[in-house]
């Protein structure tokens, strides 16, 4: 299948880090209580979504279905390396699995909650956040503070470049100096593990690789990991098989860059690895599994689906989600969401 590009949304002058869909929310009088006798509003999912964009410059922009900004927002000082969906816990003071929140790490060194509060509207910020535009969680321009900050982990003096929610394990994060970071509750300072050269989580287990040394290349071998103890296990396969990047595949496998340059479809259990075309050297693809089935692999340039490549309209490409009516959004480096008709 082959990509076509239709258009781009400028959202900043340059670097949008990543994107996620984030569900809309309309606002509902609560159940059995007029608008008068309520405190406050229910907020209901909507059947549209809105995308969220982080920026370099420490903002996260809303945009609407029309891919029109309805909110922007400063979540930390430094770039937004992570922005992810998730649903409520009760380190934010509620655990209601019917709500959501998102989650966000920075170039400060911190992980952020963050909650939707109100309707989307026009309405300029009220208060001291109309005027503290590099506080985090403060309104620009004349967007709404739909999302306020519900919770704030302070980690790493280093930038936090991974995040993963751990349900009753807490929270991990790692960073840039390569050193995972667990917080085992809200309140408390966080488990520096160091040398963890590369992560991902695979279901309930836990894989990567440990670093071995001062050099960039000294990384052992793919194994699985232990978040709490901190320790590696046996090698997943015999002959020393390392990376430099982990992410998600499907259910069962990763996707590996590995210290070869090359890149592998893993599957850890069954010990079997297969090497995939990429054709750069320098980083691994993304990769996204569309509704239809389809796979895309994405990034330096190029944007491949099933095995047909498109020229992407610039060389970084750093996130990419399926959006309606056929199209495929990317974060590009120079600010703006690209828009791909399948």
Request: proline share 5%; glycine share 12%; aromatic share 10%.
């Amino acid at each position: 299948m082959e990509l076509l590009c239709v258009g781009a949304t400028r959202v900043f002058s340059k670097w949008a880090l990543t994107l996620c869909l984030s569900p809309a929310f309309v606002c509902r009088e609560s159940e059995g209580q007029s608008q008068s006798q309520s405190q406050s509003v229910k907020l209901q999912r909507s059947p549209q979504e809105t995308l969220l964009v982080a920026g370099m410059n420490g903002e996260v922009v809303e945009l609407d279905h029309d891919l029109q900004e309805v909110g922007r927002w400063t979540a930390h000082a430094g770039a937004v390396n992570v922005l992810q969906a998730g649903r409520e816990t009760d380190w934010t003071g509620k655990a209601d699995a019917s709500a959501h929140l998102i989650w966000t790490a920075g170039g400060d060194g911190c992980l952020r909650a963050w909650v939707r509060d109100e309707c989307l509207s026009q309405a300029k910020p009220e208060g001291p956040d109309a005027t503290e535009e590099s506080k985090p969680g403060a309104a620009l321009g004349d967007s709404a503070a739909v999302w306020s900050e519900a919770l704030c982990l302070f980690g790493p003096k280093k930038p936090i470049t991974a995040f993963w929610w751990g349900e009753a394990a807490g929270a991990f994060a790692l960073g840039y100096e390569r050193a995972l970071y667990h917080w085992s509750a809200p309140e408390a300072q966080p488990r520096k593990i160091n040398g963890v050269a590369s992560l991902e989580r695979l279901g309930q287990a836990w894989y990567g690789c440990p670093k071995t040394g001062a050099k960039a290349a000294d990384i052992g071998p793919l194994a699985e990991f232990d978040p709490i103890t901190g320790n590696f296990g046996t090698p997943v396969f015999d002959d020393g098989f390392a990376v430099w990047s982990l992410k998600p595949w499907d259910d069962r496998r990763l996707l590996a860059f590995g210290v070869d340059r090359r890149a592998w479809v893993v599957d850890p259990i069954m010990a079997r690895r297969q090497l995939i075309e990429w054709h750069c050297e320098s980083s691994g693809p993304g990769s996204l599994i569309l509704s239809n089935g389809s796979r895309l692999l994405y990034g330096e340039g190029a944007i491949v689906c099933d095995g047909i490549s498109t020229d992407a309209p610039l060389r970084g490409l750093y996130g990419a989600v399926e959006w309606p009516r056929g199209r495929v959004l990317f974060a590009g480096a120079d600010g703006q969401v690209w828009i791909f008709a399948l």
